[in-house]
């Protein structure tokens, strides 16, 4: 409903501002084909502190931070630094832009459909946040508080160095702090039998958090007539929580468990020109993954243990060659190649009695090499096409519980169009072969088997998702900085993964990921971009996007069509911001609408619906060096809804046990953190 208006508001902002056009403090300038720049001067009035402050103001522009994947390719978001992607897993992209000042930062590209010289790294729209060339010292030093409303109150401190002299820019951060976990919280507990009886009344009292002990560096040097980017990490995130369940007529459950991630990397990406029209650039990549998970549940006469030590590695290096053919012609070409392992022990014990579970212990390593290659034309005035080729060979081997050898290769095409119409207008089109990559995190066994009973075990014997991906976006902006950009995209599955029944000598014992077959997944998006001084609303900004989403898979056990587990069918969110200079405050409010996942098992179906998180917030600046910042979390009391429809054996029998529902709730929570700059 809210996006629904907010397209209908754009719809007739562009009718009032065809009679008169407002005067922006600053307007965007066109920078090239398909590329918008908007310089400082166009973020003057939000006073932002970080790059990261420019990117979220940035007009049909929605943040993607990327996603967690092996190897380099498809790794990174939506955000280039320099016409680059960082060279970081772990230290996540939001804050890699929360550490560039908005003073380093010359100007911020939105590059639409592909810009010269620009890895668009798969993607339609991107941003290149580009810095400025400057001598001397940065920095910050932070300090926050969180007051939860169970009476905790959490603490972080976070400090971030910049230099730069003669061309070499060196970089350090540490963040040491606490942080709530918001989908824990109190409330009721209902298990009711098949026949509506109720079989548990209780009351649940639930909290968790976790610490951040990170430090980060990096490097930049000119070398041997190209430029050297050296980065690394350490980053250690231990987390806790526990869950009492106090039932009605006396008993308990009681739950308790830890998670302690450590993460490194290094990493480094070195460049240069081969002469006027070629570029070369190297990149290697090395990360050291370990997680240690407890879990522990106790009930009346009934006691679950679980143990979990995983270790990953990777190593990656990738070359790219870039070429320009001609005045509308340029060429890529390339070739990436990774080294993978896993390592994982499990335990599952029942009141002190060791229960077996499916790639207990597991040994994984997988070699994977790609070589790629891309031409782009833009032969006609406003039109880009893009063409390109991957082709990705893989093997895995494995050694322990589950014995396993495979090699798997797979050809990528890809195809996208842009062609900007005039008057603001721009169609993309493109049609993709996708193959995701195999996650480890399917590998190795779930520590819900802890408080549910149900076993989740892992699964090393996978072949990744491949998808052909047909894609259309319509972007209108108007004069007035209103922007609103349609999207429809329709993926045709092949081998999704979801939960499957894992069969002991013919009897499902247990579920593990599997290959399901084919599938459909269809997304409809809207991204609406509405400036409201035409409203009466001085230096006011609405932004919003949602998404629309259908899947579809037969269930390996009933046979019938079903959603993809884990997909959600709607998600939106709306973010108001209004500065206000004359006081050196800028406020606003950020809406993330309430989404519901589903997860098909082998004697049960989990549904998961997380409710609406409303947040108010003011920044004011009392001095140009000191920024206080105001949050108001939750303030509607967004509630989790876990409800488990539990079967007696397979659901596909139908024979429904019992449903048990927890609501639990976050409540409302304060934030406050000062910020002060150097340099």
């Known amino acids: 409903m809210i996006l629904t208006i907010l397209a209908a508001s754009a719809a007739s902002f562009a009718v009032a501002q065809a009679e008169s056009t407002p005067a922006p403090v600053a307007q965007p300038q066109v920078a090239a084909?398909?590329?918008?720049?908007?310089?400082?001067?166009a973020f003057a009035e939000a006073a932002p502190d970080t790059a990261y402050d420019m990117v979220l103001r940035l007009p049909g522009f929605a943040f993607d931070k990327g996603a967690s994947v092996r190897g380099l390719a498809g790794s990174g978001g939506n955000v280039l630094i320099d016409g680059q992607p960082p060279v970081s897993k772990n230290d996540a992209l939001d804050e890699l832009l929360k550490r560039i000042p908005a003073s380093a930062v010359a100007r911020i590209e939105l590059i639409r459909g592909g810009a010269p010289g620009i890895d668009m790294q798969g993607r339609s729209v991107i941003a290149n946040v580009v810095r400025a060339k400057t001598s001397g010292a940065q920095g910050a030093l932070m300090t926050s508080a969180h007051f939860i409303n169970d009476g905790r109150v959490l603490t972080s401190l976070r400090g971030e160095s910049q230099f730069e002299w003669a061309g070499r820019r060196f970089e350090a951060s540490?963040?040491?702090?606490?942080?709530?976990?918001?989908?824990?919280?109190?409330?009721p507990r209902v298990r009711l039998g098949p026949n509506g009886e109720v079989l548990i009344d209780s009351l649940v009292d639930a909290d968790a958090g976790g610490l951040r002990a990170w430090t980060t560096g990096a490097m930049e040097t000119p070398l041997a007539g190209g430029r050297l980017r050296l980065n690394g990490a350490y980053m250690r995130t231990p987390a806790s929580g526990e869950v009492t369940d106090r039932i009605s007529g006396g008993g308990r459950e009681y739950e308790y468990f830890t998670n302690v991630r450590l993460q490194q990397e290094l990493g480094g990406r070195y460049s240069r020109s081969l002469g006027a029209q070629t570029t070369l650039e190297a990149v290697a990549f090395q990360q050291w993954n370990d997680l240690e998970t407890k879990a522990d549940f106790e009930a009346p006469g009934l006691r679950r243990d679980f143990d979990l030590d995983k270790a990953v590695t990777e190593t990656v290096g990738r070359v790219t060659l870039r070429r320009t053919l001609g005045p509308t012609l340029t060429a890529e070409v390339g070739g990436e190649g990774a080294l993978n392992r896993l390592e994982s022990r499990t335990a599952f014990t029942l009141n002190g009695?060791?229960?077996?579970?499916?790639?207990?212990?597991?040994?994984?390593?997988?070699?994977?090499?790609?070589?790629?290659?891309?031409?782009?034309?833009?032969?006609?005035?406003g039109l880009t096409l893009e063409g390109g080729l991957r082709h990705e060979t893989s093997s895995i081997g494995s050694s322990g519980d589950v014995t396993l050898e495979k090699s798997l290769a797979f050809t990528k095409p890809r195809l996208s169009v842009a062609w900007s119409a005039g008057g603001g207008r721009?169609?993309?089109?493109?049609?993709?072969?996708?193959?995701?990559?195999?996650?480890?995190?399917?590998?190795?066994?779930?520590?819900?088997?802890?408080?549910t009973g149900a076993v989740l075990a892992g699964n090393p014997d996978l072949r990744p998702q491949q998808a052909w991906v047909s894609e259309a976006a319509f972007e209108q902006r108007f004069e007035s900085g209103a922007v609103l950009?349609?999207?429809?995209?329709?993926?045709?599955?092949?081998?999704?993964?979801?939960?499957?029944?894992v069969f002991l000598r013919g009897v499902a014992v247990a579920d593990a990921p599997g290959n399901l077959g084919d599938g459909s997944r269809r997304e409809a998006i809207l991204n609406v971009t509405l400036p409201l001084d035409r409203l009466g609303v001085r230096g006011g900004q609405l932004k919003g996007q949602g998404t629309w989403r259908e899947s579809e898979v037969d269930d390996p056990l009933t046979g019938q069509a079903r959603e993809i587990s884990g997909l959600r069918p709607v998600e939106w969110e709306a973010h108001?911001?209004?500065?206000?200079?004359?006081?050196?405050?800028?406020?606003?409010?950020?809406?993330?609408?309430?989404?519901?996942?589903?997860?098909?098992?082998?004697?049960?179906?989990?549904?998961?619906?997380?409710?609406?998180?409303?947040?108010?917030?003011?920044?004011?600046?009392?001095?140009?060096d000191l920024i206080l910042r105001l949050e108001l979390q939750n303030l509607g009391e967004r509630n989790v809804q876990r409800t488990r429809e539990v079967y007696v054996g397979p659901r596909s029998d139908g024979r429904?046990?019992?449903?048990?529902?927890?609501?639990?709730?976050?409540?409302?929570?304060?934030?406050?953190?000062?910020?002060?700059t150097f340099g």
Request: net charge neutral; proline share 6%; no cysteine.
């Open 33 to 41: 084909r398909g590329v918008i720049a908007y310089p400082p001067s």
């Open 174 to 187: 540490f963040v040491y702090g606490k942080g709530p976990d918001d989908t824990l919280g109190d409330g």
């Open 353 to 381: 009695r060791p229960v077996p579970v499916p790639a207990a212990q597991v040994e994984v390593e997988e070699t994977r090499s790609e070589a790629f290659g891309t031409l782009t034309w833009r032969g006609w005035p």
């Open 426 to 451: 721009q169609v993309r089109l493109r049609l993709e072969r996708e193959v995701g990559q195999l996650n480890f995190d399917d590998f190795v066994a779930s520590s819900s088997a802890v408080s």
């Open 485 to 501: 950009v349609a999207t429809v995209r329709v993926s045709d599955l092949a081998d999704v993964i979801d939960r499957a029944p």
């Open 576 to 624: 108001f911001t209004q500065d206000l200079p004359a006081l050196r405050t800028n406020w606003g409010i950020d809406v993330l609408g309430g989404y519901r996942e589903r997860y098909f098992r082998l004697s049960e179906v989990e549904t998961r619906k997380v409710g609406t998180w409303v947040v108010v917030f003011a920044e004011y600046k009392p001095r140009r």
């Open 656 to 676: 429904l046990a019992y449903v048990d529902v927890r609501d639990l709730e976050y409540g409302r929570a304060v934030f406050l953190r000062l910020r002060k």
